[in-house]
């Protein structure tokens, strides 16, 4: 979401990093961020083609990531 803010309110990103990268940018496995992926579409929060990412439901994702955080 820090990322859609800096880009002025854009909902489609092009991740320029593998999942491999994400994965050892935030200390988890390549498979932790691919089921985390899939889990947020599954929720009908992201869209994932490849790279490219398009957020559907930004609230959506902010309460995930505040009940996260929160516990």
Known sequence: MDLVHRLGGRREICLLMSRAEIGDHLGLTSETVTRTFTLLQNEKLLRVNGKDVTIL???GLLLNAQ???ST
């Open 67 to 69: 009940a996260i955080f």
């Open 57 to 59: 439901d930004s609230n």
